[in-house]
């Protein structure tokens, strides 16, 4: 069942409306990672919340408790959940997204502030953080209650939502409110819910919309190499004691190798190589190694084959070195020797693996590789965040009504796809619920999500919400 004329017309009419509500929500620096921006993903949940109301959405706000951020004790931001619609003669759909975002300052190399939705509309872009993760899609569900609501025609389908502030930062307290909600049944805020859907990803590459099946784990070490009890001068204690971040950078030159081998025994050696059958399903997918390029915008990419390449980001795990803390960082060549540094990695995972089998070889190689270094500064270990690898049934009317409603809007047929990101409470989700869970991306492979100049095209906002409201005709339309 195809979406209404009106609908689609209604958005094609208001895009101006939503794209200021997408600069509104743009303007608030809901970074969960950093405390200083604490209360402004407070701010962004009330926002949240005040928008669904506004559309006839019933909504709570539901606190998770507190947990220890850079040794501070800090609030959770809370769960926003919502609900509309209780007919028993229509399906009912929960949808997930996340109102955090990553940190971003002009200083990192942005070419407009980073919260301030800026428009280009030579190319039809619209940057700013969280234009593309995960602000515009989650604006793409309000944008489709808003048409409904304005027209005054019936949803489709009932809808439930669950959007969260912490995604970007372990998804503290969300498993818990899940599974305890799940446990309630049709009593709970997920009660009578029949398929899930989340849009927090990406296509491949900028032109073929896609649906995706699969997200890789993650589990995040920050280690950290202490001695000295302050910063020293080089002059005075170079070659007179063991400096931790010589220590650092050699222990953290151990992870993983050029060609992005991981070099832990045991992590990569956990997952079956795939079979020629595996292969063709990548090699048949709309991508090319100049597609990798230059969303990455550089010549860099670590095989000529574009299986090998797509493999190595859906099907393998993969370990980044993401930064030292710590460590001198500033303009001109101050001659110090760091007291304390910590470098920061994550290592994506694909399944067998989860942080629960991964984090010991992990531990078990740091502590063996330190020990080889015969420093006397002192090594710790910390587990940051971790979440489990999830796969799901492609062949289910969720997907096919996904599918139906990409041709609709775009008329295309979707790639189908598994995500290099994570996106920790999609296997909650499933495991919890026990439904089929869509992932349905609004943006582009190029967007730059976690970036400098994260943007959203305008296009891929306004027929990505088409996108998400035809989606729900379709899902009430059955198999
Ligand atoms: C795919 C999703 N939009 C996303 O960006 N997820 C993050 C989740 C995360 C985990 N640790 C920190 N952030 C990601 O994949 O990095
Ligand atoms: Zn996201
Ligand atoms: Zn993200």
Redesign the pocket.
């Known amino acids: 069942m195809p979406a209404p004329a009106q609908f689609l017309k209604f958005v094609d009419a208001h895009e101006e409306d939503f794209i200021q509500r997408l600069a509104k929500a743009v303007e608030i620096p809901s970074v969960s990672g950093d405390p200083a921006h604490r209360e402004d993903v407070f701010r962004m949940a009330s926002f949240l919340e005040s928008q669904l109301k506004s559309y006839g959405v019933e909504t709570k706000s539901v606190p998770l408790g507190t947990h220890k951020l850079e040794g501070k004790e800090l609030q959770l931001p809370p769960a926003i959940l919502g609900r509309i619609g209780n007919d028993k003669g229509k399906k009912t759909v929960l949808i997930y997204g996340h109102f955090d975002v990553q940190p971003a300052e002009l200083s990192d190399g942005w070419s407009h502030p980073p919260f301030k939705l800026t428009r280009d509309d030579a190319t039809g872009r619209l940057y700013g953080r969280g234009s593309s ?2 602000k515009g899609p989650v604006l793409g569900w309000v944008n489709v209650l808003h048409a409904h609501k304005a027209l005054n025609i019936p949803l489709p389908v009932n809808l439930r939502f669950c959007f969260e502030g912490m ?4 998804s503290e307290g969300l498993d818990e409110l899940i599974i305890s909600e799940a446990q309630k049944g049709e009593q709970g805020w997920f009660g009578g819910v029949d398929c899930v859907c989340i849009s ?2 990406y296509w491949l590459n900028t032109r073929t919309p896609c649906l995706t099946y699969g997200l890789r784990g ?1 589990t ?1 070490f920050k280690v950290m190499i202490s001695g000295p009890a302050k910063d020293l001068h080089s002059g005075v204690f170079g070659r007179m004691v063991h400096e931790p971040m010589t220590d650092l950078v050699l222990l953290m030159s151990k992870l993983v190798d050029v060609n992005g081998n991981i070099l832990i025994p045991g992590v990569d050696e956990m997952v079956q190589s795939p079979t020629e059958e595996e292969r063709a399903l990548y090699d048949s997918l709309d991508y090319s190694i100049q597609d990798v390029e230059e969303s990455a915008g550089g010549k860099i990419a670590l095989a000529t084959d574009k299986a090998s390449v797509l493999m190595g980001r859906m099907r393998s795990p993969s370990l980044s070195l993401h930064g030292i803390e710590g460590a001198f960082y500033g303009a001109g060549g101050k001659t110090v020797i760091p007291a304390k540094v910590s470098g920061k990695f994550s290592i994506r995972l694909v399944p067998p693996q989860t942080p629960d089998n991964v984090n010991p070889l992990v531990v078990k190689y740091l502590n063996a590789e330190f020990k080889k270094l015969n420093s006397k500064n002192t090594l710790t270990i910390e587990e940051l ?1 971790g ?1 489990k690898p999830w796969v799901e049934d492609h062949n289910h009317w969720n997907y096919e009504a996904a599918k139906r409603a990409t041709l609709e809007i775009y008329k295309q047929t979707p790639d189908l796809t598994r ?1 290099g ?4 409470v999609t296997l909650t989700f499933a495991e919890a619920l026990r439904v089929n869970v869509l992932l349905l991306p609004m943006g582009r492979g190029d967007d730059g ?2 970036s400098t100049n994260e943007k959203l095209d305008k296009s891929n906002y306004i027929e990505g919400t088409k996108l998400l409201g035809t989606y729900l005709y379709e899902v009430a339309a059955g198999q």
């Open positions: 993760d995960d995604e970007e930062t372990g927090d990803n993650i995040y965040h979440g995500e990101g994570s996106i920790p999500a976690h």
